[in-house]
């Protein structure tokens, strides 16, 4: 268990012992977190130059934060990451500009207001220039896949790719204890939020609307838990939240921690539309929570809403226009 500087609380990161000495997850890039994986590696005779292999669950500074780290420390290591994660796990850049202007795209086309985009970046490049980096960048030595088997000397990892928090995220079940490391795919003490962003490419010729190809975190995210529930396993090792004995509800309320919101937003949607209203993605931000601050609660609760969007757009409750401003527009079908 390592310090982070997060409200999410200290991060699990799992060792394997034997050959080869492996971590799953590494911890953010900070002294105390440093000093708290030395001790916890010393407690079994081990130096941070010991660990032979990293594999990482996804890109998230708690999780990618020290690979370099150790390797910095001498590790003679190879570091393991699923194929679609391992971009961001190589140019991982806290200081990413373009990270930034990319995110406020998607939030101008779901109608945020740019001064408050604007104010919001201000703010986010002054804090990353003002804090040290809590992540690095590192090499990818091995693309993983779905299904594949990790073998160790007395057993096997296999990967799940459950993309939804992140594009390239996995777990790793043991099959034979029935133990399944998840990372921040399910945890004990949160539900994560899901990514959302453009992929590269060209935009889908099929889509009247010529939007970016995006990554839609939270419909596969719903896809990858409920695929979950046709896998055995008996524990959940999380990477925040202690050990979860009890797998099969830890999923389902997950589920049910969505599936609330996508219909309070599909109801909503259902109202307008009976009085004959459209609504832009950030409307419908500013009824589900008018009491959060814009400020430093837009993200992640935006995030939430254009994911809820995508679902009811698949499912086809929702229906996407597009306003001369190029702002979408939604209703209830
Ligand atoms: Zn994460």
């Not at 599909?266 to 009491?291: Q, S």
């Amino acid at each position: 268990m390592l310090p982070t500087p997060w409200d999410v609380g200290p991060v699990q990161i799992y060792l394997i012992e034997g050959d080869p000495v492996t971590l799953i997850d590494t911890g953010v890039k900070t002294p105390e977190s440093r000093a708290a994986l030395g001790a916890a590696l010393e407690s079994l005779g081990l130096g941070l130059d010991d660990v032979q292999r990293v594999i990482l669950t996804h890109a998230h500074g708690d999780h990618l934060g020290q690979a370099q780290t150790l390797r910095d420390a001498g590790a003679d290591l190879e570091v393991w990451a699923h194929e679609a994660e391992a971009p961001m796990i190589e140019f991982f850049s806290v200081e990413n500009d373009e990270r930034i202007d990319e995110t406020n795209e998607l939030f101008r086309e779901y109608g945020v207001p740019e001064d408050l985009l604007r104010e919001q970046s201000e703010r986010k490049r002054q804090w990353m220039r003002e804090s040290p980096p809590l992540c690095e960048a590192t090499r990818v030595d091995r693309l993983l896949r779905d299904g594949e088997a990790l073998p160790f000397k007395d057993f096997e990892l296999r990967v799940i790719h459950a993309p939804g928090h992140t594009v390239g995220h996995i777990l790793l079940h043991e099959p034979q204890s029935g133990a399944l490391v998840t990372g921040d795919h399910i945890m004990g003490s949160a539900v994560p939020f899901t990514e959302n962003g453009y992929l590269d490419g060209p935009p889908d010729p099929r889509d009247p609307l010529g939007r970016r190809p995006r990554f839609k975190g939270l419909s596969a995210y719903l896809t990858s838990l409920r695929g979950l529930r046709r896998t055995s396993f008996s524990t959940i090792l999380p990477a925040h939240g202690g050990v979860l004995e009890r797998p099969d509800r830890a999923i389902e309320d997950a589920l049910l921690f969505y599936e609330v919101r996508i219909q309070r937003i599909e109801r909503g949607l259902r109202t307008l539309a009976a009085m004959g209203k459209d609504v832009t993605g950030w409307e419908i931000w500013k009824a589900l929570f008018p009491k959060a601050d814009p400020l430093t609660q837009m993200r992640t609760r935006m995030l939430m809403v254009i994911g809820a969007l995508d679902v009811l757009e698949e499912t086809g409750t929702g229906v996407t226009l597009r306003r001369d401003d190029g702002v979408l527009l939604h209703h209830h079908r």
